[in-house]
């Protein structure tokens, strides 16, 4: 291959996406926020603010200089860890980087050879990935089906499986906005002597007793791993894996993502501390979000919109990838900040707005953005 054409293969899939109406680029942030999920408007609250400067001024480091197992291990992700199994109601708490990370080191480490996965077919792509990567045979159900999920365990016993079972699920999906049916699994997973994984990204801050999330009613369970999202509503960055301490022991000793990785800021880990203190000390922020959902699902059905989902996340199907596109553009030259959501994100023939509500945005920007949404719906091409 001529050297001129190192970069051939990447500009021929970039060619075939955007004539497929799915090249991604990246823009920059602009216009009133219905993309976000800053759920509770905590990424830039002045107490977030004035946690950081004084976790500064107190000497708290902002990186952690090495992994968890050398030097990285601080005060801060002791006392955030400590702080966030009380606060879920869990035995131990350990912390990661990102959501994206702390799935596929849960899926890397836990789940043995042997044992079986059974996914929900919409968890998030980190779920997918460390399904992959990870020793057990994993296999899909159909979404928030409880009995696709027991027919999927009871057709690989009868195929001769007899590791433990691993059922893994989103609390609230990040596309759909719909609730997993979490009493159901609970139950399949005890009659199956199953692992219930759980991910809260968009439920953590949002759902629950002080926003503990939806499975709160189940933290005691010793066979439920969680994964609480910090980026989302708790306005930080990283995850918290909640379980119970043997697991917590194991990943500290076999979690490659854990072992090799750099820790997280002890910055952050401040930060996430104080969100988690917002959330017992100003519980009207969740109840505020709560009603400016109800009151966004009255004024869509008002309108004539249909709306799939009952929770903050709002998916507006078009159908069309480039119609998508068209209308969020449209949306986005109105000062709305909405995107466009195509496949593989979501499946084929879906694509859609994303709608995301958080206390970034009133009563009166919904209400205008609603508005501009039926307007320019009605001039897409044909």
């Not at 928030?144 to 999906?173: A, F, K, L």
């Amino acid at each position: 291959m001529h050297p001129a054409d190192k970069d051939a293969t990447y500009v021929r899939a970039l060619h075939a996406l955007n004539d497929d109406n799915r090249l991604r680029t990246l823009k920059p942030r602009g216009g009133i926020d219905f993309t976000s999920n800053d759920y509770l408007g905590l990424a830039s609250a002045p107490r977030m603010k004035t946690a950081l400067l004084a976790a500064l001024e107190a000497g708290t480091p902002i990186g952690a200089g090495g992994s968890r197992l050398l030097r990285g291990n601080c005060v801060e992700h002791e006392r955030l860890e400590l702080e966030a199994a009380r606060f879920f109601g869990a035995q131990t708490a350990l912390v990661f980087g990102s959501g994206y990370v702390a799935n596929f080191a849960i899926l890397t480490t836990l789940p043995q050879r042997g044992d079986l996965l059974v996914l929900d077919s919409l968890v998030h792509a980190s779920i997918h990935e460390g399904a992959r990567a990870g020793r057990a045979e994993f296999r899909i159900s159909t979404q928030n089906d409880p009995q696709s999920v027991e027919n999927t365990i009871r057709d690989w016993r009868s195929q001769g499986g007899i590791g433990r079972v691993w059922i893994v699920v989103e609390s609230v999906y990040s596309m759909d906005g719909d609730f997993a049916p979490l009493k159901d699994l609970v139950g399949i997973a005890s009659r199956h002597d199953a692992f219930l994984m759980v991910d809260e990204a968009h439920a953590t801050g949002v759902y629950g007793e002080q926003g503990r999330g939806l499975t709160g009613p189940y933290e005691r369970n010793d066979n439920l791993v969680v994964v609480h999202t910090c980026g989302k509503a708790l306005g930080a960055a990283g995850a918290l894996v909640v379980a119970s301490t043997a697991i917590r022991d194991f990943m500290v000793n076999r979690c490659r993502p854990f072992i090799f990785a750099t820790a997280p800021s002890p910055l952050m880990a401040a930060g996430i501390r104080e969100a988690l203190l917002i959330l017992q000390e100003e519980p009207e922020r969740q109840q505020r979000l709560a009603n400016l959902v109800a009151f966004t699902h009255r004024e869509m059905k008002a309108r004539g919109l249909r709306c799939p989902s009952n929770s903050q996340i709002v998916p507006y199907i078009v159908g069309d990838n480039a119609q998508a596109m068209q209308l969020a553009s449209a949306m986005q030259a109105l000062g709305f900040d909405i995107r466009g959501i195509r496949p593989p994100t979501v499946p084929a023939g879906t694509a859609r707005l994303r709608i995301s509500l958080t206390l970034n945005v009133g009563e009166q920007d919904v209400s205008a953005m609603l508005d501009a949404l039926i307007h320019e719906t009605r001039g897409l091409s044909r």
